[in-house]
């Protein structure tokens, strides 16, 4: 018997074995296909019941065993995992597909959407059908077939052009190194990063040391490295990267994915790719981004200007550096950084033991929420390292499941995420709860020492516990709606501003005791941390903004007149450039978020979402951070919602307006507090 197609509450991993996966694919596809087969074969009129509702319901064990399977794949994988996800992964596409491209599904969808007003529908209700609808519109299922023929060109060229791009990119990096064999050229870097660049010497058979383009290296040496000559070479490597007229340029890549989706928009009636992207965000119009970015950068900038003659001061009194170069940027801002704060994570991480952060934020979400996480053994897991909880509320109502999983293994991904086994809905007269995991890589303990936090991994555990809260508070109709399934620049609200607490003196008495001494954190760290939080504030949200509004630039209007990629970029980046610009480097060619990943028209939602979070917190530091009215509006109006309205009326019913830039410039230190 396959546990996976049998009815199961918690996932039973102890009883999954990898033959069961894709048998029970098949199975459950089998069985979506015939419950949309039967929606499309009534001979009764479309509803929204007997269509949309039907729909929402027919796919609920096909994506708890996806949950199930690709939650392994990443938390515990193993080469006979990834196989499967490999023979798996076109199966689940081609069934995307043959709903999307289902045209009698979508003449009823279509039927009951054109009546929506005369139907009597609940505003979430209303929500989904105009999800539902639009991710078949959005997809074509409007236009003539002529068009749609167009559409399916452009989709296959726009992949196979994101594809290169990547590739492009990679081999770029990839080819490039720099041999370094006198320990001249080396000074500065810490012990760690010469390690690193000698121990990748020695693996090529070289002597010395070897940087490369990748993070790890790269970063260091720019930081660190005390030859500014060297840095230069380094830094102008990375910034060239794709743009150089060779074989793996990519300047006409670049050209044509702006054209290709600027005519894929107007075919589909929209003006811009931006447009298209946007409809489904809380921004909603590329008017409104523009605004908000360029709102931002006239508040920002005086800071941002007055930051880099602080750095071209210090660099020229220290080094007589007479011209501040893009390669001295990170040099001299790691040695003023050193001079106004010496605070190490080392001295921080004995008051962070893991077990202690955990019960802190459990504190957090228990003076807020009034939750009680207790800890279980009776629940089934992937691995023996993951730790289970029953959550209940003040009143001792079941609330979710939780699942923890905090240090690296040898078959788990980096970084660190939330996920669900089982997302909440309502059927029935039932409230269903839902299964939420944390999944992390945080410093695993020693046999000398529990596992100590560095203050990042700290904000880390928090931020992921925050989509975690959003999860498990969940309270719709339907599944599709639940916790985190909102739009892409409001999904960090909840995770984010959970962050707020790690540097607040009251949350942090509550955990951040001495692991040895029991002492609380000293005031002056607290103070220390949230002053070095905000170093540079304005230099790296001047950088952010031009990102963004390169971003815009590139989607935001019709790219056709475009025909020099570094004159267009020089023009847009003219009022965010600090540092001289240099005529060998570009950005766009290399600008795999916004040409090979998902962030076109979506690179502003960094800053989008501090804005939000800035703002929301605000709101509670105004009242007091462990206000129980504020957090009950929170968890009414935000929480729970998940998608079921707009975010921006759901945002407004939180706090009673929209959004403001000052909260986030106050806390990032930019203008001063008024009043
Ligand atoms: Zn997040």
Redesign the pocket.
């Given at each position: 018997m396959n546990p996976l197609l049998q009815p199961f509450d918690t996932a039973p991993f102890s009883k999954i074995k990898n033959e069961h996966f894709k048998a029970a694919f098949l199975e459950a596809m089998k069985d979506a296909r015939a419950e949309i087969d039967a929606i499309t074969s009534t001979q009764e009129k479309p509803t929204f019941e007997n269509t949309i509702e039907t729909l929402e319901f027919s796919e609920q064990q096909l994506d708890r065993i996806s949950s199930v399977f690709f939650n392994l794949n990443s938390a515990e994988t193993n080469e006979e995992i990834q196989k499967i996800a490999q023979e798996v992964s076109p199966l689940l596409s081609e069934f995307g597909n043959d709903i999307t491209l289902n045209e009698a599904l979508f003449e009823r969808i279509k039927t009951v959407y054109q009546q929506k007003e005369s139907r009597d529908l609940s505003v979430e209700q209303q929500t989904l059908l105009d999800k539902r609808y639009k991710s078949f519109s959005r997809n074509g299922a409007n236009l003539s077939e002529e068009k749609k023929k167009r559409l399916r060109e452009i989709d296959a060229e726009l992949s196979k052009l994101k594809l290169k791009f990547g590739e492009n990119v990679l081999a770029e990096t990839n080819k490039y190194e720099m041999h370094l064999t006198d320990e001249k050229d080396v000074d500065g870097l810490p012990e760690g990063a010469k390690e690193m660049a000698s121990q990748l010497a020695r693996s090529k058979e070289k002597k010395g040391w070897l940087i490369t383009l990748d993070y790890p290296s790269y970063v260091p040496f720019m930081k660190y490295a005390k030859n500014r000559e060297l840095r230069k070479e380094l830094s102008l490597a990375f910034g060239s990267k794709a743009f150089k007229g060779d074989a793996y340029d990519n300047q006409e890549t670049v050209l044509k994915i702006a054209n290709l989706r600027h005519e894929r928009a107007t075919l589909l009636g929209y003006s811009t790719h931006a447009h298209f992207v946007l409809e489904e965000r809380m921004a909603e119009t590329p008017e409104k981004v523009h605004s908000f970015l360029n709102e931002l950068l006239d508040k920002a900038k005086p800071a941002a200007e007055q930051e880099f003659k602080q750095l071209e001061d210090f660099a020229k009194d220290l080094d007589g550096i007479d011209k501040l170069q893009k390669w001295d940027g990170s040099y001299y801002s790691e040695k003023l950084k050193q001079k106004l704060f010496d605070l190490d994570d080392e001295q921080l991480k004995p008051y962070f033991k893991l077990e202690n952060v955990i019960e802190g934020v459990f504190k957090v979400a228990e003076k807020l929420f009034g939750l009680h996480f207790e800890e279980v053994t009776d629940i089934d897991t992937y691995h023996e390292e993951v730790k289970t909880f029953r959550v209940y509320d003040a009143d001792k109502n079941f609330i979710s499941v939780f699942y923890a999983d905090f240090h690296p293994r040898a078959g788990k991904r980096g970084g660190a995420?939330?996920t669900s086994f089982k997302p909440q809905w309502k059927k029935d007269g039932m409230n269903v709860r839902p299964h939420i995991s944390n999944v992390c890589n945080f410093t695993p303990s020693t046999e000398t020492k529990p596992s100590l936090l560095t203050f990042n991994e700290v904000t880390t555990l928090f931020?992921?516990f925050?989509?975690g809260l959003h999860g498990m508070l969940a309270n719709t109709t339907y599944p599709s709606l639940s916790g985190t399934s909102v739009y892409w620049d409001f999904?960090?609200l909840p995770?984010?501003i959970m962050e707020n607490w790690c540097y607040e003196q009251k949350a942090l008495q509550l955990f951040a005791k001495h692991y040895q001494t029991g002492e609380v954190i000293p005031m002056e760290f607290v103070k220390k941390i949230k002053e070095s939080a905000t170093f540079q504030e304005g230099m790296a949200t001047l950088r952010q903004l031009s990102f963004g509004l390169l971003d815009m630039s590139w989607h935001g209007a019709d790219p056709s007149k475009i025909s020099n990629v570094k004159a267009h970029e020089s023009k847009v980046f003219d009022g965010t450039n600090l540092y001289p610009d240099t005529p060998e480097t570009c950005m766009s060619t290399a600008f795999a978020h916004i040409f090979q990943g998902g962030y076109s028209s979506g690179y502003y939602s960094y800053k989008w979402a501090e804005v939000l979070d800035a703002d929301a917190f605000a709101y509670f530091k105004e009242k007091g951070i462990f206000d129980k009215e504020v957090a009950t509006k929170f968890k009414d109006h935000v929480l729970s919602k998940g998608g079921t309205e707009n975010p921006m009326v759901l945002y407004k019913r939180f706090r009673g307006a929209e959004p403001k830039v000052e909260a986030l410039l106050e806390r990032a230190g930019l203008i001063k507090k008024a009043g």
């Amino acid at each position: 018997m396959n546990p996976l197609l049998q009815p199961f509450d918690t996932a039973p991993f102890s009883k999954i074995k990898n033959e069961h996966f894709k048998a029970a694919f098949l199975e459950a596809m089998k069985d979506a296909r015939a419950e949309i087969d039967a929606i499309t074969s009534t001979q009764e009129k479309p509803t929204f019941e007997n269509t949309i509702e039907t729909l929402e319901f027919s796919e609920q064990q096909l994506d708890r065993i996806s949950s199930v399977f690709f939650n392994l794949n990443s938390a515990e994988t193993n080469e006979e995992i990834q196989k499967i996800a490999q023979e798996v992964s076109p199966l689940l596409s081609e069934f995307g597909n043959d709903i999307t491209l289902n045209e009698a599904l979508f003449e009823r969808i279509k039927t009951v959407y054109q009546q929506k007003e005369s139907r009597d529908l609940s505003v979430e209700q209303q929500t989904l059908l105009d999800k539902r609808y639009k991710s078949f519109s959005r997809n074509g299922a409007n236009l003539s077939e002529e068009k749609k023929k167009r559409l399916r060109e452009i989709d296959a060229e726009l992949s196979k052009l994101k594809l290169k791009f990547g590739e492009n990119v990679l081999a770029e990096t990839n080819k490039y190194e720099m041999h370094l064999t006198d320990e001249k050229d080396v000074d500065g870097l810490p012990e760690g990063a010469k390690e690193m660049a000698s121990q990748l010497a020695r693996s090529k058979e070289k002597k010395g040391w070897l940087i490369t383009l990748d993070y790890p290296s790269y970063v260091p040496f720019m930081k660190y490295a005390k030859n500014r000559e060297l840095r230069k070479e380094l830094s102008l490597a990375f910034g060239s990267k794709a743009f150089k007229g060779d074989a793996y340029d990519n300047q006409e890549t670049v050209l044509k994915i702006a054209n290709l989706r600027h005519e894929r928009a107007t075919l589909l009636g929209y003006s811009t790719h931006a447009h298209f992207v946007l409809e489904e965000r809380m921004a909603e119009t590329p008017e409104k981004v523009h605004s908000f970015l360029n709102e931002l950068l006239d508040k920002a900038k005086p800071a941002a200007e007055q930051e880099f003659k602080q750095l071209e001061d210090f660099a020229k009194d220290l080094d007589g550096i007479d011209k501040l170069q893009k390669w001295d940027g990170s040099y001299y801002s790691e040695k003023l950084k050193q001079k106004l704060f010496d605070l190490d994570d080392e001295q921080l991480k004995p008051y962070f033991k893991l077990e202690n952060v955990i019960e802190g934020v459990f504190k957090v979400a228990e003076k807020l929420f009034g939750l009680h996480f207790e800890e279980v053994t009776d629940i089934d897991t992937y691995h023996e390292e993951v730790k289970t909880f029953r959550v209940y509320d003040a009143d001792k109502n079941f609330i979710s499941v939780f699942y923890a999983d905090f240090h690296p293994r040898a078959g788990k991904r980096g970084g660190a995420w939330m996920t669900s086994f089982k997302p909440q809905w309502k059927k029935d007269g039932m409230n269903v709860r839902p299964h939420i995991s944390n999944v992390c890589n945080f410093t695993p303990s020693t046999e000398t020492k529990p596992s100590l936090l560095t203050f990042n991994e700290v904000t880390t555990l928090f931020h992921e516990f925050g989509h975690g809260l959003h999860g498990m508070l969940a309270n719709t109709t339907y599944p599709s709606l639940s916790g985190t399934s909102v739009y892409w620049d409001f999904v960090e609200l909840p995770s984010q501003i959970m962050e707020n607490w790690c540097y607040e003196q009251k949350a942090l008495q509550l955990f951040a005791k001495h692991y040895q001494t029991g002492e609380v954190i000293p005031m002056e760290f607290v103070k220390k941390i949230k002053e070095s939080a905000t170093f540079q504030e304005g230099m790296a949200t001047l950088r952010q903004l031009s990102f963004g509004l390169l971003d815009m630039s590139w989607h935001g209007a019709d790219p056709s007149k475009i025909s020099n990629v570094k004159a267009h970029e020089s023009k847009v980046f003219d009022g965010t450039n600090l540092y001289p610009d240099t005529p060998e480097t570009c950005m766009s060619t290399a600008f795999a978020h916004i040409f090979q990943g998902g962030y076109s028209s979506g690179y502003y939602s960094y800053k989008w979402a501090e804005v939000l979070d800035a703002d929301a917190f605000a709101y509670f530091k105004e009242k007091g951070i462990f206000d129980k009215e504020v957090a009950t509006k929170f968890k009414d109006h935000v929480l729970s919602k998940g998608g079921t309205e707009n975010p921006m009326v759901l945002y407004k019913r939180f706090r009673g307006a929209e959004p403001k830039v000052e909260a986030l410039l106050e806390r990032a230190g930019l203008i001063k507090k008024a009043g």
